[in-house]
Nanobody, 130 residues
Framework: DVQLVESGGGLVQAGGSLRLSCAAS????????IGWFRQAPGKEREEVAC????????WYADSVKGRFTISIDNAKNTAYLQINTLGPEDTAVYYC???????????????????????WGQGTQVTVSS
């Protein structure tokens, strides 16, 4: 079975950094599309970063460009989201997601054609204090 388990969230002061992990099992993350999403209280879920495992091409939401970095460690079959210069606006539950359709993700990156991830983790809470 495909499973995703996030970790690394916590309480951090504004200006600090966190690295979120997404441990994958039941599939090879290197061959999948991986996405990171977040949902703040009272707000809709927002995609913040994704990466095509086939060629490593990343995408970032404008709100996080320059502060967030998505990566995949093939040896550990784990995806990461490095978050720097945290601010209160980053407070949210962060979720990782995966899908085998890497071409569909690339198409979305290029054209905006809707793309949906099939597999989701349970989320990890990130709280930033000011």
């Amino acid at each position: 079975d495909v499973q995703l388990v996030e970790s690394g969230g916590g309480l951090v002061q504004a200006g600090g950094s966190l690295r979120l992990s997404c441990a994958a099992s039941g599939f090879s993350a290197a061959n999948y599309a991986i996405g990171w999403f977040r949902q703040a209280p009272g707000k809709e879920r927002e995609e913040v970063a994704c990466i095509s495992g086939s060629d490593g091409t990343p995408w970032y939401a404008d709100s996080v460009k320059g502060r967030f970095t998505i990566s995949i460690d093939n040896a550990k079959n784990t995806a990461y989201l490095q978050i720097n210069t945290l601010g209160p606006e980053d407070t949210a539950v962060y979720y990782c997601a995966a899908d085998s359709d890497t071409w569909g993700l690339k198409l979305w990156m290029l054209t905006g054609i809707p793309y949906f991830f099939d597999y989701w983790g349970q989320g990890t809470q990130v709280t930033v204090s000011s």
